[in-house]
Structures are given as C-alpha cells and as structure tokens.
C-alpha cells in the first residue's frame, strides 16, 4: 500500500481513492488484530447471562473494550512506535522498511494468542508447509489463525462466565414450579439473584482481571 501511495505513476485521483479504501479498512483490521474481539465478546456474554438486555448499554460495553483493548496492546505499540513510527518520521528508514518493522510485534502478539491448530488449519487450506518461526509466518495466515482462535477462547470464556448464571435460573424455575407459582416469570426473581450474586462476588473485578491475564 505504502509502493501505491507513492508511486509517481498514478494520478492524484487514484492515489485518494487508494487512501480512502486503506482508511475504510482500517478499523476492521485494527480490530480483528488486536484484543478487542475477545473482549468485547466476553463483556456481552455477561450482560447475556446475568439477563439485563440493555444495561450495561452497548455503547458503554464497546468502551470498556476499547480501554481495555489499548491497555493490553500499549506493549505491542510501544514497539512499533520505537521501531517503525519514529525512525520513519526521523527519515532513517523508508515506508516500506517501516511497514515491515511494524509488523513484527503485532504478528508476534498474534502467534502468543493463536493455537497451533488454527495455524496449521489455514496452512494446510493454504498447502504450504508449517514454518519452522514465527518470523516465517506471513500477516495474511497470522490474521484469520488469530481471529479464529480468539473466538474459540471468547466462547470458552463465555461459557464459564455463563454457568453460574445458568445455576440459578434452573433453581429459581424449580422453586417456582414446586412451589406451584408457575404464572410468576422465573426472570423477576432470578435477576435481583443474578445481580446480588455478581456484585458481592465483585463480578467486575473478576471479569477484568480474568480478561487481562488471558492475554499474559
């Protein structure tokens, strides 16, 4: 992208267009390459099982994500920022030696946090051979093995964020039924339960905590 931005050959117009689409991108790949997915998928877990459909509302959820997000990524864009960002800004490397440096503890990020066999999945969709490093190992097989092991622990995590939860629906709904108040929805008493149980057990802590030393 950085040879077709700077390439004396294309006019202004397609050097704008060429811009635009890398921007448009941008978002998506920032996110799908980084913490955000895991996060972000274990925050609406719990909102999910603790059953308030609107509280915490998305916007404050997509939030916490992104914080939390920049907190567990300031290591990988210290990096980038010492060894790509600002020796390009300083003219000692050029765009593309920039891009490559960039490069290097983003995809070393992604390999912590990637199975072996989502690696190998893509490489043999792929029919190459499994690389012997990780510097071996390009962005463009890096990324989907990322996403598709950060889904995999997302819902592992989700799952048990999701079990107490699910306890407590299934003894409110017993009581209930024993009880003979079968008219009475199981969710008008589950809920305050659900709420009690995730403040005295200090559920956010917890949650934050289990999230961030995931990705240790």
């Given at each position: 992208m950085n040879n077709l931005l700077t390439?004396?050959?294309?006019t202004p117009q397609l050097k704008i267009l060429a811009l635009l689409t890398l921007l448009?991108?941008?978002p998506a790949i920032v996110l799908t390459m980084t913490s955000f997915t895991r996060i972000v998928i274990v925050l609406g877990f719990v909102r999910q099982g603790i059953g308030t459909q609107q509280s915490p509302p998305t916007q404050v959820l997509v939030g916490i994500?992104?914080?939390l997000t920049l907190f567990t990524m300031a290591p990988v864009t210290s990096a980038i920022a010492r060894d790509a960002w600002e020796p390009y800004t300083a003219g000692r490397i050029t765009g593309d030696q920039a891009v490559e440096r960039a490069t290097v503890p983003l995809r070393s990020f992604m390999l912590r946090q990637t199975r072996e066999s989502d690696l190998a999945l893509f490489y043999e969709a792929s029919r190459q051979p499994l690389p012997q490093t990780e510097e071996e190992v390009p962005l463009r097989v890096?990324?989907?093995?990322?996403?598709v092991s950060e889904l995999t622990t997302a819902f592992q995590m989700g799952v048990m964020v999701l079990l107490?939860?699910?306890v407590i629906d299934l003894v409110v709904s017993s009581l209930l039924m024993s009880?003979?108040?079968m008219m009475?929805?199981?969710s008008t008493l589950s809920l305050p339960m659900k709420l009690l149980l995730f403040v005295v057990a200090d559920g956010w802590h917890l949650l934050v905590g289990s999230l961030l030393?995931?990705?240790a």
């Open positions: 390439d004396p050959g294309l448009s991108l941008l994500a992104l914080f890096a990324a989907p093995a990322f996403v107490p939860f699910l009880m003979g108040m009475v929805p199981p030393r995931s990705f």
